[in-house]
């Protein structure tokens, strides 16, 4: 069940804006939030990449400093009106993480950025099986999100911010082996490394 705070988070910017820089803290900014799934990565100008449910953009911006070819992907109009004006740069395509308009074997790089925690297990797996699908031999999926903390002193921080924006599938996330599916589904390769006392992981997968 959505709470009234992520209502109010969803409808007006300015509070979204607001509760991301200060979710961010943990590690060091919101700037950095949104890269930590990018650092490390070394990305050729002519990667063809997707940002998954890239809402305004906030990531997008630091995908298009490293490729001139970004497609980002939402199911929302309105994130995909505002992710135009905030970062021309790039394409946009409506549609949903389930079910890509998008051709087999086409991307080199698939990214999303805390937004696999919106999705109940069945839209999940279903969205995992999408991206090893659109994603070329030797592509990379790599994306940050909600884990289960590690340093106990977190676990409030995490817990307080879940109860009041997020809903019953961000707790399901955090007990779910993302590693272990994307395993089933048939990548290769998965690392995760953790940030924030464990509070966030971030698991970049090779097909």
């Known amino acids: 069940m959505a709470t009234l705070l992520r209502n ?6 300015w509070m979204y804006d607001g509760i991301s820089k ?3 803290l943990g590690v060091g900014g919101e700037e950095r939030f949104r890269q930590l799934a990018l650092e490390g990565l070394t990305i050729a100008p002519n990667a063809k990449i997707l940002d998954l449910c ?4 906030r990531a997008t911006r630091f995908l298009v400093g490293e490729s001139r070819d970004v497609v980002g992907l939402d199911a929302s109009p309105r994130a995909l009106e505002r992710a135009r004006q905030n970062v021309p740069q790039a394409q946009y395509v409506e549609g949903f993480a389930e079910q ?8 080199d790089l698939v990214h999303t950025s805390v937004a696999l ?3 109940n297990s069945t839209q999940l797996q279903q969205i995992l099986w999408e991206v090893s699908r659109v994603l070329k031999p030797n592509g990379i999926f790599t994306f940050i999100d909600f884990h289960a903390p590690t340093n106990p002193l977190f676990w409030p921080g995490l817990a307080a911010f879940l109860w009041l924006f997020e809903t019953e599938t961000a707790w399901q996330l955090i007990d779910t082996d993302l590693v272990g ?3 089933a589904i048939g990548f290769q390769k998965s690392d995760r490394t953790l940030y924030a006392g464990g509070s966030l992981q971030v698991i970049r997968a090779r097909l």
């Not at 109010?8 to 910017?13: D, I, L, P, Q």
């Not at 890239?54 to 953009?57: D, E, F, R, S």
């Not at 890509?100 to 991307?107: G, K, L, R, T």
Request: glycine share 8%; charged share 20%; proline share 4%.
């Open 100 to 107: 890509m308009p998008f051709e087999d074997n086409c991307f």
């Open 117 to 119: 925690h919106e999705m």
């Open 181 to 183: 599916l994307l395993s």
């Open 22 to 24: 200060i979710a961010a």
């Open 54 to 57: 890239c809402g305004g953009a």
């Open 8 to 13: 109010w988070s969803y409808r007006y910017e």
